[in-house]
């Protein structure tokens, strides 16, 4: 590993696990110190459980097994107030915020219940407005920003075919890469970046769970984890059913460091080519 996050602090939603727990640990193998929170609780339109306490508190063992500090703390995304006062109590412990990582998000695939609609746009979008919007006050310049996508937000349809929480999935990730696409040019002046990555399939719990396999299985009625396994690859180019967090972390990482500092409104899927292969030639 080398040193090059030494001395930064780095804001991170949805820590607790999957992804964002995968950034952390990364990130403070790197030299960084961790804020971060998790919602640590279950939303009744979202079938899969989410985090839990125990799962931030694994994280935050994660990051201090690497001799860095960690300022982890429940609260959920979709919590404007809630949100600002977790960076600013993460600011007054550890001196100062860097970078931000906005990812913390939900998947209610299946359910039609237009309150799925309102809870995965809340947490997707809401998350990522909240997150970014409580940190620019701290931001100087050389910060950067990632928000963190979806295929589903650059191919057309992406989930939006299924209604209520699958359309609000896909909306919400076509509207963080808009988002992105526009604060990055507001934000350039102040030598601010900001860049949005956008994965496939990744193996998080968030695609190892009911819905996600009934979606890839619709010719079953109860598909299992090895039902499901032989239909993700269809999604890819590349023949893989799934990316690894890992995976993520490497481009997330690459985005925040100094080599990408000329990089800002950037769109990038880690997909294994599925963008390229739904996708007409431009």
Not at 142 to 155: D, K, R
Not at 200 to 226: G, W
Request: glycine letters at 8%.
């Amino acid at each position: 590993m080398t040193n090059r996050f030494a001395g930064t602090v780095v804001l991170i939603s949805g820590v607790a696990r999957g992804q964002g727990r995968s950034h952390a640990v990364r990130l403070a193998a790197e030299g960084a110190d961790i804020i971060g929170f998790d919602i640590c609780s279950d939303i009744a339109t979202n079938e899969y459980p989410l985090a839990t306490l125990d799962d931030l508190e694994e994280t935050r063992k994660l990051i201090e097994s690497h001799d860095r500090r960690a300022v982890l703390v429940q609260a959920d995304a979709r919590d404007r107030n809630a949100v600002r006062d977790v960076v600013a109590q993460g600011v007054a412990d550890l001196g100062g915020l860097t970078h931000v990582v906005a990812q913390a998000g939900i998947c209610p695939l299946g359910n039609e219940d237009p309150q799925a609609f309102v809870d995965v746009v809340d947490t997707n979008l809401g998350g990522v407005l909240n997150t970014v919007g409580a940190a620019i006050p701290h931001l100087r310049p050389g910060s950067a920003i990632v928000c963190t996508g979806s295929l589903a937000g650059l191919i057309s349809g992406g989930t939006s075919r299924n209604a209520g929480g699958g359309l609000g999935y896909s909306w919400s990730k076509v509207t963080i890469a808009s988002y992105v696409h526009d604060l990055a040019k507001v934000l350039a002046p102040k030598s601010i970046r900001v860049n949005a990555v956008h994965p496939t399939n990744t193996d998080t719990p968030m695609l190892q769970s009911p819905p996600m396999y009934r979606a890839f299985r619709p010719d079953l009625e109860n598909p299992t984890a090895d039902d499901a396994r032989v239909a993700f690859p269809a999604l890819n180019a590349m023949p893989t059913p799934w990316v690894e967090p890992n995976d993520i972390s490497d481009a997330v990482l690459f985005l925040l460091s100094e080599q990408a500092r000329w990089i800002t409104g950037v769109q990038l899927p880690v997909d294994a080519g599925a963008y390229v292969k739904a996708s007409p030639r431009p």
